[in-house]
């Protein structure tokens, strides 16, 4: 067996409107209703090739959600990316925080977070 590649992320929030609207506005996924799941529980987004690359999912009825303040020993999610100065467009236009880095040739980055507090990482290849 040889990994390829990530096929999803999954994050577990009650803050599901909110998730799904960064994540269609900000990044430019598109939700669809999951297969054989609650649509009001679920969500599923997809890139532009119709790759379903992030899960959305509510926490069960009874199951504790972690605070938002609190830490996870996930550290980050990284996307490879293109569209560089369109994403930059992006987040100052949605007054959204982040931080860049790179720009030596090989690869630029942009840091930021999700509204759940996951940070994310975007590569744009040079």
């Known amino acids: 067996m040889t990994i390829i590649g990530i096929d999803h992320i999954n994050i577990r929030t009650s803050a599901l409107a909110e998730t799904i609207t960064f994540y269609e506005q900000v990044l430019g996924l598109k939700a669809a209703p999951p297969p054989h799941m609650d649509p009001l529980r ?3 987004l997809y890139d532009e ?3 379903p690359l992030v899960h959305i999912n509510m926490p069960a ?7 938002l303040e609190g830490l996870s020993r996930l550290n980050h999610v990284a996307f490879q990316c293109s569209g ?3 994403m930059l467009e992006t987040l100052n ?3 959204i ?3 860049l880095s790179g720009g030596d040739g090989r690869m630029r980055q942009i840091f930021l977070h ?5 940070r994310l990482e975007l590569n744009f290849p040079e």
């Open 49 to 51: 090739k119709g790759r």
């Open 84 to 86: 560089f100065a369109a």
């Open 42 to 44: 679920n969500a599923w």
């Open 61 to 67: 009825p009874g199951e504790a959600e972690p605070p």
């Open 97 to 99: 925080p982040h931080r």
């Open 114 to 118: 999700d509204p759940n507090g996951i």
């Open 93 to 95: 236009r949605a007054d």
